[in-house]
Nanobody, 122 residues
Framework: QVQLVESGGGLVQPGGSLTLSCAAS???????MAWYRQAPGKPRELVAR???????NYADSVKGRFTISRDNAKNTVYLQMNTLKPEDTAVYYC?????????????????WGQGIQVTVSS
């Protein structure tokens, strides 16, 4: 069984910072990892993605404010969120592509965390 567990969410004032962590565990191996978010009444959207080789991409709305990083030895991905805005309020979900071996030569699916609330409010 594969499990992704997010932590680090909470309530923060506009302009503040939070760091989210996602620890992945299980018998499979993890390729690309990403953070998504979903605000009430809106579809889930990609926030940031990081490849195993550390190449990254970001949604335009968070460029320059958020930084995604990973520790492959710990199977953990992070999202450093700075200069937070009320529109960043959402449930944030961790995502990981799953492979059968460390060589990442056969993708078998995608795993999701349960989500963690981030609320930006004064």
């Amino acid at each position: 069984q594969v499990q992704l567990v997010e932590s680090g969410g909470g309530l923060v004032q506009p302009g503040g910072s939070l760091t989210l962590s996602c620890a992945a565990s299980g018998s499979l191996f993890f390729g690309d990892m990403a953070w998504y978010r979903q605000a009430p009444g809106k579809p889930r959207e990609l926030v940031a993605r990081i490849r195993r080789g550390a190449r990254t991409n970001y949604a335009d709305s968070v460029k320059g404010r958020f930084t995604i990083s990973r520790d492959n030895a710990k199977n953990t991905v992070y999202l450093q969120m700075n200069t937070l805005k009320p529109e960043d309020t959402a449930v944030y979900y961790c995502n990981a592509d799953l492979f059968t071996s460390a060589t990442l030569n056969f993708r078998v699916g995608t795993s999701w965390g349960q989500g963690i609330q981030v609320t930006v409010s004064s």
